[in-house]
């Protein structure tokens, strides 16, 4: 379908099937409960609470779709929006191109969420959403860095690393998600960049790559990576004054 025939209709793609292995060992990270609550059903909800997504692709681990279609079952979700488990590849990179793969053709924009994101406010997921029918190819929410940041010559884990330089700070900034995209560019992005390795973490990188524009929105505190034990205590906390603050 040509892009002129796409509808303005808005898709997730969220990859889960990674194993988490900065969490220790047990359950893939995406199923790690939070708050009693596996963390990928926080972020499917969180991408559901915006009512521009008609769809949530999740792309689970290759032995485990069945496992994480049970999981997405057995939880109270938006009935507005529809939901769809597919098994992922070796790679992230591989797993979105799964994800993007199984999309009706109505699709027109695509969203990439990190199932380690699963407290994102719906506003940054709208904004990310406007921006990308207003016209951008691609869209990330970042925020300024609260640290200044080194560039070094790596070295081995304990040595001392040369600096290389410092970056300037007001220049930089740390990218979150959902990234958000023009359908056709990034299917384009995921057909001819290649990417060797563990493939693309970044799906907005790649689009640079293709030299089409990437624009930055505002981010949120609240859609921190949940990759260490100690962002599970701040998830908590978070959770906790939700509860607080909205009566659940």
């Known amino acids: 379908m040509s892009e002129q025939t796409r509808t303005g209709r808005t898709a997730v793609v969220i990859p889960a099937a990674g ?3 900065r969490l220790g060992p047990g359950a893939p990270k ?9 963390m990928l059903i926080h972020a499917v909800r969180a991408m559901a609470a915006s009512r521009a997504v008609s769809l949530v692709v999740v792309v689970a681990p290759p032995d485990g779709a069945t496992e994480v279609k049970n999981l997405l079952d057995a939880h109270a979700l938006p009935e507005r929006t529809d939901y769809l488990v597919v098994p992922g590849g070796d790679t992230r990179q591989e797993s979105v191109r799964l994800g993007l793969e199984a999309l009706p053709e109505t699709v027109g924009t695509v969203l990439v969420h990190d199932a380690a994101r699963p407290l994102v406010p719906v506003d940054t997921v709208d904004a990310v959403i406007a921006a990308v029918l207003d016209g951008a ?9 609260a640290d200044t940041v080194k560039e070094v010559e790596p070295r081995e884990k304990g040595t001392p690393e040369p600096v290389v330089a410092t970056p300037e700070r007001a220049r930089l900034r740390a990218v979150q998600t959902p990234q958000g995209f023009d359908r056709d560019t990034l299917v384009r992005a995921h057909e001819t960049v290649a990417v060797s390795g563990e493939g693309a973490t970044d799906d907005a990188g790649m689009v640079e790559r293709l030299g089409a524009p990437v624009v930055v929105v505002p981010g949120h505190e609240e859609a921190f990576k949940v990759t260490r034990p100690l962002d599970l205590v701040l998830a908590e906390a978070v959770l906790a004054r939700r509860r607080a603050n909205d009566g659940f």
């Open 19 to 21: 194993r988490g292995v």
């Open 30 to 38: 995406a199923l790690r409960a939070l708050n009693g609550t596996p």
């Open 137 to 145: 190819p691609a869209v990330v929410p970042a925020l300024p860095l």
